[in-house]
Every structure is written in C-alpha cells, then in structure tokens.
C-alpha cells in the first residue's frame, strides 16, 4: 500500500467537512441557474458516494469505476460533473479528496448552515438525533415547540425552547434553516413566522406544500407518503 493511501484511510469522518481554502464554489462551474434539475438531484449521491470511497482510502477513480457504484452510465457522470469544470483528467480520472470537496462546496456543505427544528413530535425528536446535520456541515443549534408539557425538555441533548422566543433566537443565532414538523393546520403561520425571524431555507415536512418565494425563502418540501406510493406503483407492475 502506498504512503498517501495510508495517511488517507487514517482519516476521522469528522474531518471531512473541514472548510477548503474558498466556502464557495469553484469559479469555472456555470451559472447555476443553467444546471439542469436532475443534475442538482443527483449532486446529493456523489457526496455520498464520494464520501464512502474516502473513508474506505480510495485516492482516485475512474468514471467508470462510479458508474458502477452508483448504477448509472460513466457518459452521465462525466457530463454532470462537466456542468461544474470537469474536476477530472484524461488518463487518470477523478482525485477522490478533490472532488469530494469540490461537490461539498457546490451543495454548501462547507457554508456553516446553522438549523433550528421546529416541532418536537416523533419526527422533529427523530431528526434531532440524527447525525445526518453534522455529516453534511449543517449545525443544529435548537429545537422549539408550543407544548408545554415539551418546553424545558430535553431532546438529544437540546432543551427544548418556546416559540415565542424562536424569532429571537434565530434572529440572535443568525440561523439560516429551519426544519418544520408541526402539525399541518399551524404548518403556513409558523413558515411566516420563521420568514419574518430572517430563516433562509425551510425543510418542510408538514404534509403541505409551502411557497416563500415572495419573502426569498428557499423551500424544500419533503412528502414521504409520495415516496411509498411510487415504490406501491412499481411493486403493481410487477403484477
């Protein structure tokens, strides 16, 4: 084994996120209102995968090599990663630790996003322990709900505050997502409460569609219950 495949295999999972000499990405890609969104929806696999071939001391890999990995063509992979500068050289392919960063830069995990979660039922305490955040450079500074029966509590070692303050601390904390799990008939007053408190993103897992365009946040709506209905679509076909 190689000095350099070494030292990489010796690397802690937690440095992998350390911030690259620019928190933003590189100025070759295009504009990112030209990336197509399938393209942007596959960006999310890459660092996975990227992310699994570091850890295990992979240094580089071929086109090909991923294609295998991920199920998709080497022709699609190069044409993605063409959308933001190539990142790989003819003859010897793609630098693992390089491209690893470049796709952390693109997808912001190198930002320092700071994240509050809002509702702590089964869900919002199921998020809260996750280690999804901190894998992806998100920091989770707080968790909020109305009950009082949940104020005061603690939840994966975070004392669940009172909304009345969330417009304070979010404004004081400087936070830039929040993670919605209330129930859906509060879902639309508390995004606009969140709005006004300065939140950037909002993760909503409300059940209902949610639009901020108007007041510039950025929304992703997550709907689960979709994604068992697609996976009852497929298992119908095979009827």
Partial sequence: MKK????????????LLEKSDSASPSDEMRSRSAVSKAVVKRL???????RE?????KNRVSSGELARLMGITASQIRQDFNCFGGFGQQGYGYNVSYLYRKISEILGVTMGYRAVIVGCGNLGRALAGSV???????????????????IGTSVAGYTVGDMDSIEAFCREKSIDIAILTTPRDSALETAA???NAGIRGLWNFTN????????GVKVENVHMGDSLMMLCYELGEEE
């Fill in 4 to 15: 350099d495949e070494v030292s990489v295999k010796k690397i802690d999972e937690n440095t």
């Fill in 44 to 50: 999310p696999r890459y660092f996975r995968y990227l």
């Fill in 53 to 57: 071939l570091l850890l295990a001391g």
């Fill in 132 to 150: 999804m955040f901190a894998k992806r450079g998100v920091e989770l500074c707080g968790l909020f709900d109305v009950n009082p029966a949940v």
């Fill in 193 to 195: 409460r969140l709005a």
């Fill in 208 to 215: 209902i569609e949610i639009n901020l365009s108007l007041s």
